[in-house]
T-cell receptor, first 110, second 117 residues
Framework: GNSVTQMEGPVTLSEEAFLTINCTYTATGYPSLFWYVQYPGEGLQLLLKATKADDKGSNKGFEATYRKETTSFHLEKGSVQVSDSAVYFCAADSWGKLQFGAGTQVVVTP | EAGVAQSPRYKIIEKRQSVAFWCNPISGHATLYWYQQILGQGPKLLIQFQNNGVVDDSQLPKDRFSAERLKGVDSTLKIQPAKLEDSAVYLC???????????????FGEGSRLTVL
């Protein structure tokens, strides 16, 4: 089955800093890849996705590129805001089975 | 559009007691999921329904956990008897059926937090 590994948190940053959260996966076939975000007190919501190799997902200033050669889907944002403080989950979906990573907490300070 | 509704939001019980969680998915979503999220871990799929049929329950501890979706709309997850290690957030999610493989997006409820003492 699938497995997803993402960097451990918490990641603490100052506002306007550059954010990278690493994510790698193992899967049978070619999974779709997702980043979900969980803001404090809210449910998980989809942040972005990519369904095939070299696709780039983007949303709210975040980007991630599907790298088949390195089986990675790293999340990046050039300038974070306090409102980006949340837990970020990388996930892979093969044949209708969505597997999540453990999550990375991001704390952005003013 | 209303989101996925779950209740209760919080529940505290003693071990060996029972508990039930309810989920109402987004209208028209045929696929419903229950996930368990233990603190510090990612969500783990417990059971997946397609309409009122079970698609995957391979990770559901069937000796104590049960779930049903009798009319293909809302669903109930029950734990009986509860153990300390069942303390977690129970997430319900729904989606349209996968029209083709590898394209699904899940919509999550806010979760039900269970504490077993």
């Amino acid at each position: 089955g699938n497995s997803v590994t993402q960097m451990e948190g918490p990641v603490t940053l100052s506002e306007e800093a550059f954010l990278t959260i690493n994510c790698t996966y193992t899967a049978t076939g070619y999974p779709s890849l997702f980043w979900y975000v969980q803001y404090p007190g809210e449910g998980l919501q989809l942040l972005l996705k990519a369904t095939k190799a070299d696709d780039k997902g983007s949303n709210k200033g975040f980007e991630a590129t599907y790298r088949k050669e390195t089986t990675s889907f790293h999340l990046e944002k050039g300038s974070v805001q306090v409102s980006d403080s949340a837990v970020y989950f990388c996930a892979a979906d093969s044949w209708g089975k969505l597997q999540f990573g453990a999550g990375t907490q991001v704390v952005v300070t003013p | 559009e209303a989101g996925v509704a779950q209740s209760p939001r919080y529940k505290i019980i003693e071990k060996r007691q029972s508990v039930a969680f309810w989920c109402n998915p987004i209208s028209g979503h045929a696929t419903l999921y229950w996930y368990q999220q233990i603190l510090g871990q990612g969500p783990k799929l417990l059971i997946q329904f397609q309409n009122n049929g079970v698609v995957d329950d391979s990770q559901l501890p069937k000796d104590r956990f049960s779930a049903e979706r009798l009319k293909g709309v809302d669903s109930t997850l029950k734990i009986q008897p509860a153990k300390l290690e069942d303390s977690a957030v129970y997430l319900c999610a729904s989606s349209f059926p996968h029209l083709e493989m590898n394209t699904g997006e899940l919509f999550f409820g806010e979760g039900s937090r269970l504490t077993v003492l």
